[in-house]
């Protein structure tokens, strides 16, 4: 879906506003390029929909369209943004956010008027979709309706900012639609560097014991501190390495590239958590040209994992991959693995 809010984004800064965004509207190609149809044109090609007019030029599908579109008022990029949110409440739950579907006009604008989203946690409680209501609640939750706000002036302000959110969430980065408290900037820091910080912690104790040691052995004391020492900085900067040149790569062949490199310089029985995350990347770049290739660096990923005690960003991650292989019973197991550790938080 971040691909897809890219797109709209680009279509946005050509001044174009598409709509009619609903699932039907967006293509991946077989190179997983994400390319939007029916720009205007949406109930030409899709009958089966339930769409209505406001107008000679305002095509529209109501289960998607945000309240300003379904009432008259003026539309802008920000209708889009919600019909994006409304798209991805369907992904994490499997129902839209709001019943509309066989309203005529007149009962629709009334209920949009009235209507309220429910959290998609809460919607998952039956347990339908993919996902389970503990993956979803708090961050997600908030990002979703953020997006599917009834005021346009308080959804995300562009297409790349709910693209951006989404990117942080997966990031485990703190989101900007959560108001800016310290404690919860905390915990995301916490959660998102549990390694470095224990790392950290081991050095401060071998720091202590080195000054002791160095007090009865001098320098051999002085040169494991100093070894210790290098070999934080180069895993710190690999870390920082694979938050910016991941990024910045420009194809998946630079990326695999880059990947392979670390692997081989990574000591993965010291680092099994970051290497974990390295075979994952690789895994994930390698799914669209070479899937053989991919599954072997998934079951890497998987084992690192399971040695290193993977967090559950990873697994549920590692679960999304899977199914994107078609590999629904290695995706079943990373899931459980997820909710098991997030059941033990």
Same mark, same amino acid.
């Given at each position: 879906?971040?691909?897809?809010?890219?797109?709209?984004?680009?279509?946005?800064?050509?001044?174009?506003?598409?709509?009619?965004?609903?699932?039907?509207?967006?293509?991946?190609?077989?190179?997983?390029?994400?390319?939007?149809?029916?720009?205007?044109?949406?109930?030409?090609?899709?009958?089966?929909?339930?769409?209505?007019?406001?107008?000679?030029?305002?095509?529209?599908?109501?289960?998607?369209?945000?309240?300003?579109?379904?009432?008259?008022?003026?539309?802008?990029?920000?209708?889009?943004?919600?019909?994006?949110?409304?798209?991805?409440?369907?992904?994490?739950?499997?129902?839209?956010?709001?019943?509309?579907?066989?309203?005529?006009?007149?009962?629709?604008?009334?209920?949009?008027?009235?209507?309220?989203?429910?959290?998609?946690?809460?919607?998952?409680?039956?347990?339908?979709?993919?996902?389970?209501?503990? +993956?979803?609640?708090?961050?997600?939750?908030?990002?979703?309706?953020?997006?599917?706000?009834?005021?346009?002036?308080?959804?995300?302000?562009?297409?790349?900012?709910?693209?951006?959110?989404?990117?942080?969430?997966?990031?485990?980065?703190?989101?900007?639609?959560?108001?800016?408290?310290?404690?919860?900037?905390?915990?995301?820091?916490?959660?998102?560097?549990?390694?470095?910080?224990?790392?950290?912690?081991?050095?401060?104790?071998?720091?202590?014991?080195?000054?002791?040691?160095?007090?009865?052995?001098?320098?051999?004391?002085?040169?494991?501190?100093?070894?210790?020492?290098?070999?934080?900085?180069?895993?710190?900067?690999?870390?920082?390495?694979?938050?910016?040149?991941?990024?910045?790569?420009?194809?998946?062949? +630079?990326?695999?590239?880059?990947?392979?490199?670390?692997?081989?310089?990574?000591?993965?029985?010291?680092?099994?958590?970051?290497?974990?995350?390295?075979?994952?990347?690789?895994?994930?770049?390698?799914?669209?040209?070479?899937?053989?290739?991919?599954?072997?660096?998934?079951?890497?990923?998987?084992?690192?994992?399971?040695?290193?005690?993977?967090?559950?960003?990873?697994?549920?991650?590692?679960?999304?991959?899977?199914?994107?292989?078609?590999?629904?019973?290695?995706?079943?197991?990373?899931?459980?693995?997820?909710?098991?550790?997030?059941?033990?938080?």
């Amino acid at each position: 879906l971040i691909d897809v809010c890219e797109a709209v984004d680009h279509a946005h800064r050509l001044m174009v506003v598409h709509r009619d965004l609903k699932p039907s509207n967006v293509l991946v190609d077989q190179h997983g390029q994400v390319k939007l149809l029916d720009f205007g044109i949406a109930k030409l090609l899709d009958e089966g929909a339930p769409a209505l007019t406001l107008g000679e030029d305002q095509p529209m599908t109501p289960l998607y369209a945000a309240p300003e579109q379904i009432l008259g008022e003026p539309v802008s990029a920000s209708s889009d943004v919600y019909a994006l949110g409304a798209i991805l409440y369907e992904l994490l739950t499997g129902r839209l956010p709001t019943p509309r579907e066989g309203l005529p006009l007149a009962q629709l604008a009334q209920a949009v008027s009235r209507e309220s989203v429910a959290p998609p946690s809460r919607t998952l409680g039956g347990g339908h979709g993919r996902w389970s209501a503990g +993956q979803i609640r708090g961050d997600l939750d908030l990002l979703v309706l953020t997006a599917l706000h009834a005021d346009p002036q308080r959804r995300y302000p562009t297409a790349a900012a709910l693209g951006e959110e989404l990117r942080r969430w997966l990031d485990g980065l703190p989101l900007r639609a959560r108001p800016d408290h310290w404690s919860y900037r905390a915990g995301k820091f916490v959660r998102r560097h549990r390694l470095p910080l224990a790392v950290g912690g081991l050095v401060l104790l071998a720091l202590t014991v080195g000054f002791s040691l160095a007090l009865q052995q001098g320098g051999q004391a002085r040169h494991a501190l100093a070894e210790l020492q290098r070999d934080l900085v180069l895993e710190r900067q690999l870390r920082r390495d694979l938050q910016t040149r991941w990024l910045e790569s420009q194809t998946p062949v +630079q990326r695999q590239a880059w990947l392979r490199e670390r692997l081989a310089t990574l000591d993965a029985a010291r680092s099994p958590r970051l290497a974990a995350e390295l075979q994952l990347r690789l895994g994930q770049t390698l799914v669209g040209d070479q899937p053989e290739a991919a599954r072997s660096a998934l079951a890497a990923a998987e084992a690192l994992l399971r040695e290193g005690s993977g967090e559950v960003a990873h697994w549920q991650s590692l679960a999304q991959t899977w199914r994107v292989l078609g590999d629904s019973e290695s995706a079943a197991r990373a899931d459980a693995e997820a909710n098991a550790r997030a059941a033990s938080r």
